[in-house]
């Protein structure tokens, strides 16, 4: 059972940075294609970014291209997401996804998830 925890969130201006990590624990980490999804109030959870377990593959929503970056370290069972430009439209629970399965971007393709942290972007 792999468990996953996220930390980075918290608040920035507009224009600003914020960097998103996720560890993973009680299993192996590197077979897993990871995920970042988010949830804003009142809306559906939102693919964000993936990437393969040997991050020689990425995926991004088109709001998220040119903006953010996802990124891994296998040897500390980490996903990184990097993100910059921030907007308000960016504020959510940003969530970490774990899946067996090759790069994906529905939520429901994922096993395991985080339970969340949140980024709020003040305009």
């Known amino acids: 059972q792999v468990q996953l925890i996220e930390s980075g969130g918290g608040l920035v201006q507009a224009g600003g940075s914020l960097s998103l990590s996720c560890r993973a624990s009680?299993?192996?980490?590197?077979?897993?294609?990871m995920g970042w999804f988010r949830q804003a109030p009142g809306k559906e959870r939102e693919f964000v970014a993936a990437?393969?377990?040997?991050?020689?593959?990425?995926n991004y929503v088109d709001s998220a291209k040119g903006r953010f970056t996802i990124s891994r370290d296998n040897a500390k069972n980490t996903v990184y997401l990097q993100m910059t430009s921030l907007k308000s439209e960016d504020t959510a629970v940003y969530y970490c996804?774990?899946?067996?399965?090759?790069?994906?971007?529905?939520?429901?393709?994922?096993?395991?998830w985080g339970q969340g942290t949140q980024v709020t972007v003040s305009s």
């Open positions: 996804a774990a899946t067996i399965t090759p790069v994906r971007t529905a939520a429901n393709q994922y096993d395991y």
């Open positions: 009680g299993g192996a980490f590197s077979p897993y294609v």
């Open positions: 990437i393969s377990w040997n991050a020689g593959t990425t």
